[in-house]
């Protein structure tokens, strides 16, 4: 599912070193976590999170069955298998925290399975899109609050967000179906839109829907966005699909 190319990572050697954590952000978890506010908020993010990993393991799974040879069936099964290993690492980190797994990811089982409802796949071109452009927007939305965290949680967060390395085999198969049939790559890049337009409302139902989660996003607590902070936030998200519609070679 986590399928930014080399040029969408922030921190490349030419952009300026981040800013030192502040605040919430340089503290610990043990430390942050005394606000019980605060605590709320990261346990729905890390239940939300934990939902949408083995949400996406069973997609993957079921994408499997679209794979036109046994490469790419395995190439998928792989995928779903490092979405299964993040869905664990969250789940055993909400039960060392005293956190029932299941009850904190209850609260988000709608939005994600209307999401995946509202967008399943017909074919599987349009299921590796999905998967490198659709799941990476609302991983680029959760890297933007992962910055306001405690070291613990963010480093966490960031974790189960990493490239699990397959972006490349996405972009190799769809550039090639392309080049095999131009026609293709516009019923693809219509596709891509309706996927981000799909997964930003996704991501706002998400956080509108649990006060302690919005509360944080909005300063609340933590180091929460202002209003142009989040106006930002989005102009980033933007720009970064737009560079992964760039190397599927679709329009954005």
């Given at each position: 599912m986590r399928f930014?190319?080399?040029?969408?990572?922030?921190?490349?050697?030419?952009?300026?070193?981040?800013?030192?954590?502040?605040?919430?952000?340089?503290?610990?978890?043990?430390?942050?976590?005394?606000?019980?506010?605060?605590?709320?908020?990261?346990?729905?993010?890390?239940?939300?999170?934990?939902?949408?990993?083995?949400?996406?393991?069973?997609?993957?799974?079921?994408?499997?069955?679209?794979?036109?040879?046994?490469?790419?069936?395995?190439?998928?099964?792989?995928?779903?298998?490092?979405?299964?290993?993040?869905?664990?690492?969250?789940?055993?980190?909400?039960?060392?925290?005293?956190?029932?797994?299941?009850?904190?990811?209850?609260?988000?089982?709608?939005?994600?399975?209307?999401?995946?409802?509202?967008?399943?796949?017909?074919?599987?071109?349009?299921?590796?899109?999905?998967?490198?452009?659709?799941?990476?927007?609302?991983?680029?939305?959760?890297?933007?609050?992962?910055?306001?965290?405690?070291?613990?949680?963010?480093?966490?967060?960031?974790?189960?967000?990493?490239?699990?390395?397959?972006?490349?085999?996405?972009?190799?198969?769809?550039?090639?179906?392309?080049?095999?049939?131009?026609?293709?790559?516009?019923?693809?890049?219509?596709?891509?839109?309706?996927?981000?337009?799909?997964?930003?409302?996704?991501?706002q139902r998400v956080?509108?829907?649990?006060?302690?989660?919005?509360?944080?996003?909005?300063?609340?607590?933590?180091?929460?966005?202002?209003?142009?902070?989040?106006?930002?936030?989005?102009?980033?998200?933007?720009?970064?699909?737009?560079?992964?519609?760039?190397?599927?070679?679709?329009?954005?």
């Amino acid at each position: 599912m986590r399928f930014m190319t080399s040029s969408d990572k922030p921190g490349n050697a030419s952009e300026t070193a981040p800013a030192e954590p502040t605040g919430v952000a340089a503290r610990d978890w043990a430390s942050a976590s005394a606000d019980p506010q605060y605590r709320a908020a990261v346990v729905d993010l890390l239940g939300a999170l934990a939902y949408g990993e083995l949400a996406a393991f069973e997609r993957l799974a079921e994408d499997a069955k679209l794979a036109p040879t046994l490469e790419d069936k395995a190439e998928l099964a792989k995928m779903a298998s490092a979405e299964f290993h993040h869905f664990e690492r969250l789940r055993d980190r909400l039960a060392e925290i005293g956190e029932e797994p299941t009850r904190a990811m209850e609260p988000f089982v709608a939005a994600y399975d209307g999401f995946h409802k509202q967008t399943a796949p017909s074919d599987w071109l349009e299921g590796l899109v999905k998967a490198y452009v659709g799941d990476s927007i609302a991983s680029d939305f959760y890297r933007e609050v992962a910055a306001r965290l405690d070291s613990d949680s963010r480093d966490l967060v960031l974790a189960v967000l990493d490239d699990t390395g397959h972006g490349g085999f996405a972009v190799e198969k769809v550039r090639a179906a392309i080049d095999a049939d131009p026609r293709v790559g516009g019923r693809l890049a219509l596709w891509a839109r309706r996927l981000m337009g799909e997964a930003l409302s996704q991501s706002q139902r998400v956080v509108a829907d649990r006060d302690a989660l919005s509360t944080m996003l909005v300063g609340g607590v933590a180091d929460g966005f202002d209003l142009a902070e989040v106006g930002r936030m989005f102009s980033r998200i933007t720009e970064a699909h737009t560079k992964r519609m760039a190397a599927l070679g679709l329009a954005a």
